[in-house]
């Protein structure tokens, strides 16, 4: 493990590796940038509300998710163009954790600004459609699809279970979710995730300075130790994808929290990592 970028975010998180441009982007929700690295020098750019997730569109643009709408994101002159608006009529609520589906859909998250239980939602944007798939969430985290295309996983992280959601054709739910992992006995707070290529799935674990494997059974295989007690959530990168990159987080720490973890709101590379798969581009029609 080694240190990607040493800028430090109150609230790292939404990394998105650009397959394309051979990029890292990720946000500062609460410090409202966006960040990329490649093999050049940082880059950022000044948001004017809290951003989260992203999912590329082509070489200059981003699809970004903020506190009030789905936008498009020009990279070349950071200006956004909306898409759908979400959520924007309600004060109490942004965006969090979102990634692009293999079915050409974008899934979102919203929580309360202060975790207020129940406040959020996950929604799927698909051709147009905002469409609301699962309501009273309160920490909506790990999202992210079956390598099979067979389904959906996600989080309500206080509830410590993952789910498992089947979907349809055109990457739409069917039938309720069920429980792929119950890790409320072992005091983890499951974050973000990404599937790797073998279907496995890697999840950061807020409190545990760790991201952790399940197979798709929801048995654990393994730990990726990171310097920092809030990692927030994983992407893989790099030519061959087996770059994993974390985000992490300062929110929450106390000064001596810092002091011990002085790399907290870093983010972070593991080399040789089990492989990944590309994130797949979002069709703006």
Same mark, same amino acid.
């Given at each position: 493990m080694t240190t990607f970028d040493t800028t430090l975010c109150e609230l790292g998180e939404g990394p998105l590796w650009h397959p394309e441009r051979q990029e890292l982007f990720w946000f500062d929700i609460t410090g409202r940038r966006l960040y990329a690295r490649g093999a050049d020098d940082l880059r950022q750019w000044e948001l004017p509300e809290m951003h989260s997730a992203a999912a590329w569109i082509d070489q200059e643009r981003l699809l970004v998710a903020s506190e009030t709408g789905l936008w498009t994101f020009e990279l070349e002159t950071g200006s956004r163009a909306l898409l759908a608006p979400l959520e924007a009529e309600n004060a109490v609520t942004r965006s969090n954790d979102g990634r692009c589906d293999p079915w050409g859909g974008f899934?979102?998250?919203?929580?309360?600004?202060?975790?207020?239980?129940?406040?959020?939602?996950?929604?799927?944007?698909?051709?147009?459609?905002?469409?609301?798939?699962?309501?009273?969430?309160?920490?909506?985290?790990?999202?992210?699809?079956?390598?099979?295309?067979?389904?959906?996983?996600?989080? #309500?992280?206080?509830?410590?279970? +993952?789910?498992?959601?089947?979907?349809?054709?055109?990457?739409? %739910?069917?039938? !309720? @979710?069920? =429980?792929?992992?119950?890790?409320?006995?072992?005091?983890?707070?499951?974050?973000?995730?990404?599937?790797?290529?073998?279907?496995?799935?890697?999840?950061?674990?807020?409190? #545990?300075?760790?991201?952790?494997? +399940?197979?798709?059974?929801?048995?654990?295989?393994?730990?990726? %130790?990171?310097? !920092? @007690?809030? =990692?927030?959530?994983?992407?893989?990168?790099?030519?061959?994808?087996?770059r994993m990159f974390c985000t992490s987080a300062t929110e929450g720490l106390s000064a001596d929290d810092l002091t011990d973890a002085p790399l907290s709101g870093a983010t972070f590379v593991i080399e040789g990592a089990p492989a990944g798969r590309p994130e797949p581009a979002f069709p703006l029609s």
């Open positions: 899934w979102i998250g919203t929580m309360g600004k202060s975790a207020e239980t129940g406040a959020g939602a996950i929604y799927r944007f698909a051709q147009g459609e905002l469409r609301q798939l699962f309501p009273d969430i309160s920490i909506p985290n790990a999202i992210c699809f079956d390598a099979e295309r067979g389904c959906a996983y996600f989080t #309500d992280t206080p509830t410590g279970l +993952l789910w498992r959601v089947a979907v349809d054709s055109a990457g739409w %739910p069917t039938g !309720a @979710p069920d =429980v792929l992992a119950d890790v409320r006995d072992l005091g983890l707070n499951l974050d973000g995730a990404v599937v790797l290529a073998d279907g496995r799935i890697a999840v950061a674990c807020w409190g #545990d300075s760790a991201v952790h494997v +399940l197979t798709p059974e929801g048995e654990f295989q393994g730990r990726f %130790p990171m310097p !920092a @007690p809030h =990692v927030t959530c994983p992407a893989m990168g790099g030519a061959d994808f087996t």
